[in-house]
């Protein structure tokens, strides 16, 4: 598994596409071919290198000693197979990453620094960590903003005890994810670490759907849902950095693939950060960040058993379970929650006679709340109605964050009585009654469609994301 990247960076800017080369700054990175490199040199080993079909990638090697990759050359004579593995993956990658409309990683063809590879290929250095399985290294970045940056990638020799299959299986994990963050900085080094290692992950599922690092890792999201994405817990790597994964998972698969990029070229141009990035290209695309995180957090609440027929990923049977948190239906009853930032809160329900169910917070909207209807265990995202009304039968409450802001955000949820009705008015059994439960909305209501009703919408889109063919967006 993954446990990548001294800088972990991203983001893009067309403004860097015209013009004369800017100029480079000082060398930042040493390599394992020079003495002092930070994560470790071949000293006095002999080295070689491999040139991958395509000629855009380099792997050096040792010969001998700990950061040798294993001797088996069953692919071609006196090329060990690790090396030509290494080789076809990154140019998968490259190429993939060319078909999505990625700008190549820079060249470090002019690097200021004494040694560059002796090519302006893109360099992969195998070699032997002792706590992680790959970096990507920063040679040289030029000058100007945006930030942009030419570099190198470091990456496990045999992946003996990293969690793979295999020696082969770690390399088509890590080249990939690791040639992204040389993506990334090809438009802007200073993008948040979530992103950068969520989009990463994203991008080399791309290169290899069948291989499953990406859902490996996501049970450190679904196990906090509470916790703001872009907040991860404290410490230089965790999980939690690459389960965001699960995000530009949702985004490419609620819109399309070239949704991340526009993120990445959205954020070179403003530097506001990855989130008011998002803001701004699903500005662009007639939707919202309040709007897609509620969806996206219904989404995650329709995993592994409780992964409907139809609605919510395209793989959510594959992903994690989220647990939820048991909320009684009595009248009276009330439930209180402290949210932050866009993080989210599940709840199951359930009540064989129809009850009110509102949300209460502060005068500032800060949490939005949907109900999802379960059938037969399965949670029936692509119904999703607001929370405020009546309801019977099994459910899930999601309250989702809407704002940015990092201070506490106090809702509650109550069990309000459903009001009799009167002679000539109907009764909630003439209401269509949508998988065991019937919503109304409270008298007085608006019915402009809002967050909370515009997820049954998009939502409802959720039928033909799970239909949906991959699309390749040049």
């Given at each position: 598994?993954?446990?990548?990247?001294?800088?972990?960076?991203?983001?893009?800017?067309?403004?860097?596409?015209?013009?004369?080369?800017?100029?480079?700054?000082?060398?930042?990175?040493?390599?394992?071919?020079?003495?002092?490199?930070?994560?470790?040199?071949?000293?006095?080993?002999?080295?070689?290198?491999?040139?991958?079909?395509?000629?855009?990638?380099?792997?050096?090697?040792?010969?001998?000693?700990?950061?040798?990759?294993?001797?088996?050359?069953?692919?071609?004579?006196?090329?060990?197979?690790?090396?030509?593995?290494?080789?076809?993956?990154?140019?998968?990658?490259?190429?993939?990453?060319?078909?999505?409309?990625?700008?190549?990683?820079?060249?470090?063809?002019?690097?200021?620094?004494?040694?560059?590879?002796?090519?302006?290929?893109?360099?992969?250095?195998?070699?032997?960590?002792?706590?992680?399985?790959?970096?990507?290294?920063?040679?040289?970045?030029?000058?100007g903003t945006p930030?942009?940056?030419?570099?190198?990638?470091?990456?496990?020799?045999?992946?003996?005890?990293?969690?793979?299959?295999?020696?082969?299986?770690?390399?088509?994990?890590?080249?990939?994810?690791?040639?992204?963050?040389?993506?990334?900085?090809?438009?802007?080094?200073?993008?948040?670490?979530?992103?950068?290692?969520?989009?990463?992950?994203?991008?080399?599922?791309?290169?290899?759907?069948?291989?499953?690092?990406?859902?490996?890792?996501?049970?450190?999201?679904?196990?906090?849902?509470?916790?703001?994405?872009?907040?991860?817990?404290?410490?230089?790597?965790?999980?939690?950095?690459?389960?965001?994964?699960?995000?530009?998972?949702?985004?490419?698969?609620?819109?399309?693939?070239?949704?991340?990029?526009?993120?990445?070229?959205?954020?070179?141009?403003?530097?506001?950060?990855?989130?008011?990035?998002?803001?701004?290209?699903?500005?662009?695309?007639?939707?919202?960040?309040e709007q897609e995180?509620?969806?996206?957090?219904?989404?995650?609440?329709?995993?592994?058993?409780?992964?409907?027929?139809?609605?919510?990923?395209?793989?959510?049977?594959?992903?994690?379970?989220?647990?939820?948190?048991?909320?009684?239906?009595?009248?009276?009853?009330?439930?209180?929650?402290?949210?932050?930032?866009?993080?989210?809160?599940?709840?199951?329900?359930?009540?064989?006679?129809?009850?009110?169910?509102?949300?209460?917070?502060?005068?500032?909207?800060?949490?939005?709340?949907?109900?999802?209807?379960?059938?037969?265990?399965?949670?029936?995202?692509?119904?999703?109605?607001?929370?405020?009304?009546?309801?019977?039968?099994?459910?899930?409450?999601?309250?989702?964050?809407?704002?940015?802001?990092?201070?506490?955000?106090?809702?509650?949820?109550?069990?309000?009585?459903?009001?009799?009705?009167?002679?000539?008015?109907?009764?909630?059994d003439d209401q269509?009654?949508?998988?065991?439960?019937?919503?109304?909305?409270?008298?007085?209501?608006?019915?402009?469609?809002?967050?909370?009703?515009?997820?049954?919408?998009?939502?409802?889109?959720?039928?033909?994301?799970?239909?949906?063919?991959?699309?390749?967006?040049?």
């Amino acid at each position: 598994m993954i446990q990548a990247g001294m800088r972990q960076l991203a983001a893009l800017g067309a403004l860097v596409l015209t013009g004369a080369p800017a100029r480079a700054q000082v060398c930042e990175g040493a390599r394992p071919t020079q003495s002092g490199a930070p994560q470790g040199s071949y000293g006095a080993a002999p080295v070689d290198h491999y040139d991958s079909a395509s000629g855009r990638a380099r792997v050096h090697y040792a010969r001998s000693g700990p950061h040798a990759p294993p001797a088996a050359a069953s692919l071609e004579p006196d090329v060990p197979d690790a090396v030509i593995v290494a080789a076809q993956a990154a140019d998968d990658a490259l190429a993939k990453f060319d078909e999505l409309g990625y700008l190549a990683p820079l060249s470090d063809q002019a690097s200021p620094c004494s040694a560059n590879g002796d090519s302006e290929a893109v360099d992969i250095y195998l070699m032997n960590f002792s706590a992680a399985d790959g970096q990507a290294v920063v040679d040289h970045c030029q000058e100007g903003t945006p930030k942009r940056c030419a570099g190198f990638v470091l990456v496990e020799n045999d992946f003996k005890s990293a969690g793979y299959a295999d020696t082969a299986e770690g390399l088509r994990t890590v080249v990939p994810h690791e040639l992204f963050h040389l993506v990334q900085h090809a438009y802007d080094v200073d993008v948040e670490p979530w992103w950068a290692e969520g989009s990463a992950q994203w991008a080399a599922k791309q290169v290899y759907p069948e291989l499953r690092d990406l859902e490996r890792f996501l049970p450190a999201y679904f196990d906090n849902p509470w916790r703001p994405l872009n907040v991860p817990p404290s410490g230089p790597i965790t999980d939690f950095l690459y389960a965001t994964a699960i995000w530009p998972v949702y985004l490419s698969e609620r819109f399309d693939h070239a949704i991340v990029r526009e993120v990445f070229e959205q954020f070179a141009q403003s530097r506001d950060g990855a989130f008011p990035a998002t803001q701004q290209v699903l500005a662009a695309r007639g939707s919202s960040l309040e709007q897609e995180f509620l969806a996206f957090a219904a989404a995650n609440a329709a995993t592994a058993e409780r992964a409907p027929a139809e609605g919510g990923y395209q793989h959510a049977a594959d992903y994690p379970l989220l647990e939820l948190t048991p909320f009684t239906l009595s009248a009276g009853n009330e439930l209180m929650e402290v949210a932050s930032g866009l993080g989210a809160f599940y709840y199951s329900v359930s009540t064989p006679t129809p009850v009110g169910l509102e949300l209460e917070q502060g005068d500032v909207k800060r949490v939005e709340a949907v109900l999802l209807p379960v059938v037969d265990g399965h949670a029936q995202v692509a119904n999703s109605r607001p929370l405020q009304g009546s309801f019977r039968g099994d459910g899930i409450i999601v309250v989702a964050g809407q704002s940015l802001a990092r201070v506490d955000a106090p809702f509650t949820l109550r069990v309000t009585s459903v009001k009799p009705n009167l002679p000539g008015e109907g009764d909630d059994d003439d209401q269509p009654d949508s998988a065991g439960c019937a919503l109304s909305r409270r008298p007085g209501a608006h019915s402009k469609l809002g967050p909370g009703l515009a997820i049954a919408a998009m939502l409802g889109l959720g039928a033909s994301i799970r239909r949906r063919r991959r699309r390749k967006d040049a």
